[in-house]
T-cell receptor, first 109, second 113 residues
Framework: GQNIDQPTEMTATEGAIVQINCTYQTSGFNGLFWYQQHAGEAPTFLSYNVLDGLEEKGRFSSFLSRSKGYSYLLLKELQMKDSASYLCACMDSNYQLIWGAGTKLIIKP | DAEITQSPRHKITETGRQVTLACHQTWNHNNMFWYRQDLGHGLRLIHYSYGVQDTNKGEVSDGYSVSRSNTEDLPLTLESAASSQTSVYFC????????????FGPGTRLTVL
């Protein structure tokens, strides 16, 4: 079966760095997406990886290892507004997105 | 500006009633999706469409239907609402061009009593 695993909840301190991991098992692979979702709001697109390696976008970076079925989202210089859920999603061989349950990130001052 | 809208934003209904949730987009994208989101679960695909007159079942399609008569709209109908369908419903769109990122509407919170 298809499965996406990510931690349910993480806590970090304002100004610090946090890494949110995601492991996946899907039938085929056509890319991995990260989304941010604030409470009561819609998911918003953060990043996309299809090749191995690191993609950097300002304070956020996303890494992919296809051989290990593994990705992480790295958030630097954490701000209170980064408190949100972070959703990992894989696009399978049918170009359907398979979603993880999300990681709730709590930022403490 | 192009946008994705959903209506209503909140809805309370009774078991057994038919309910229709609207999704309207002005991006002129061919691909439209309906998801439900429940605590402890990832987003789950209900139905999707790749263009006018095209509809497909997703992972959790039982009790739901969609129709696509134009590019802009994909209404989601709950034929006979059940308490298990209490959820937050999101509509999403994508262009169909690589990497085919999905963009979400604001969501509809549905409560079935």
């Amino acid at each position: 079966g298809q499965n996406i695993d990510q931690p349910t909840e993480m806590t970090a301190t304002e100004g610090a760095i946090v890494q949110i991991n995601c492991t996946y098992q899907t039938s085929g692979f056509n890319g991995l997406f990260w989304y941010q979702q604030h409470a009561g709001e819609a998911p918003t697109f953060l990043s996309y990886n299809v090749l191995d390696g690191l993609e950097e976008k300002g304070r956020f970076s996303s890494f992919l290892s296809r051989s290990k079925g593994y990705s992480y989202l790295l958030l630097k210089e954490l701000q209170m507004k980064d408190s949100a859920s972070y959703l990992c999603a894989c696009m399978d061989s049918n170009y359907q997105l398979i979603w993880g349950a999300g990681t709730k990130l709590i930022i403490k001052p | 500006d192009a946008e994705i809208t959903q209506s209503p934003r909140h809805k309370i209904t009774e078991t057994g009633r038919q309910v229709t949730l609207a999704c309207h987009q002005t991006w002129n994208h061919n691909n439209m999706f309906w998801y439900r989101q429940d605590l402890g679960h990832g987003l789950r695909l209900i139905h999707y469409s790749y263009g006018v007159q095209d509809t497909n079942k997703g992972e959790v399609s039982d009790g739901y239907s969609v129709s696509r008569s134009n590019t802009e709209d994909l209404p989601l109908t709950l034929e006979s609402a059940a308490s298990s369908q209490t959820s937050v419903y999101f509509c999403a769109i994508s262009s169909g061009r690589d990497p085919d990122t999905q963009y979400f509407g604001p969501g509809t919170r549905l409560t079935v009593l």
